[in-house]
């Protein structure tokens, strides 16, 4: 006996569209609002201060090496005038990532905390990482049209599952002796959560945030496909000319833009790597000579 899934997942689609579209477009308008706020605000900032802040977060969370290499990284892309495209598709990766952390880190926490939710949201989590990233453009188009909406909404449930799992599994490693203690000093639920659990899970959910974070940047990507612009658009214009030129340069910013997000948002569920701004950074090495002399 042949089950046909693809009619039933078309009768499904068309009963939302049929009986839900003023929700559809209430989403849309929303995470429209969000996103085109977001990415006038980057476009308002003039080219060579938008560098600076670069500069300074890795100078501040990495060191100079990488501040050196973002300045130059970034002037290289000012060069091959996609500067504002990189901000385009800058302002849709932190759009999706807010709206995936805005999701995702309740769902972790109550997966941490609740074995049923777990055993239930890990199928779908499966689901939704390794389904292959281009289906997800069909429906995203199909319930919200063309643009960056539909390019945000498939970039988060692309995009979501890291934070969601590392949340649970940072949660579920804090070492019982501070759960004790926090029991012991009559800690509420609540406040064994925000002043025990959290704060020693962060490095964990920091790494889901991270990976979050990088595969939006992929999934943007992809979504230049449907209308959500950046440099995928260079990258699509390249695949369709077979002009590999303008395709190895979008992939250039990409890259560029992916190696300054992963290390400066790596950094932030560590300690500082630099002591004042980079400048007077030791070694380990020195660190334990002078522990030690």
């Known amino acids: 006996m042949n089950f046909d899934i693809g009619n039933g997942i078309d009768a499904a689609v068309n009963y939302v569209l049929d009986n839900f579209s003023p929700l559809l477009d209430a989403i849309a308008a929303t995470i429209g609002f969000v996103t085109d706020g977001i ?20 100078l501040w969370r990495v060191g100079i090496g990488f501040a050196v290499f973002t300045a130059l990284g970034l002037l290289l892309v000012n060069h091959i005038a996609l500067w504002g495209p990189m901000m385009e598709t800058l302002s849709l990766v932190i759009a999706s990532t807010l709206i995936a952390m805005l999701v995702g880190l309740p769902l972790g926490i109550s997966m941490a905390r609740k074995d049923s939710v777990a055993a239930f949201v890990r199928p779908v989590l499966d689901l939704m990482q390794t389904m292959p990233a281009f289906v997800y453009l069909i429906p995203a188009a199909m319930f919200f049209g063309l ?8 970039t988060v449930i692309f995009s979501m599952p890291p934070v969601a799992r590392l949340t649970n599994l940072g949660i579920r490693q804090v070492d019982g002796e501070f759960i004790e203690a926090g029991n012991a000093f009559g800690c509420t639920a609540t406040q064994l959560l925000f002043k025990v659990q959290l704060p020693n899970a962060l490095p964990s959910i920091m790494a889901g945030i991270n990976q979050t974070i990088m595969l939006s940047l992929s999934m943007v990507v992809i979504a230049s496909m449907i209308g959500a612009g950046g440099i995928g658009n260079t990258v699509l214009t390249g695949i369709q000319r077979l002009d590999v030129g303008t395709g190895f340069e979008g992939g250039i910013a990409v890259v560029i833009l992916a190696v300054i ?13 630099a002591f004042w701004l980079g400048l007077f950074r030791k070694t380990e090495r020195e660190e334990l000579a002078t522990a030690t002399a």
């Open 39 to 58: 990415q006038n605000a980057l476009l308002a900032i003039p080219m060579p201060v938008g560098i600076a802040i670069f500069v300074i977060l890795s």
């Open 261 to 273: 997000l992963d290390r400066i948002t790596q950094s932030l569920g560590k300690p500082r790597a």
């Open 147 to 154: 643009g960056a909406v539909p390019g945000a909404i498939a």
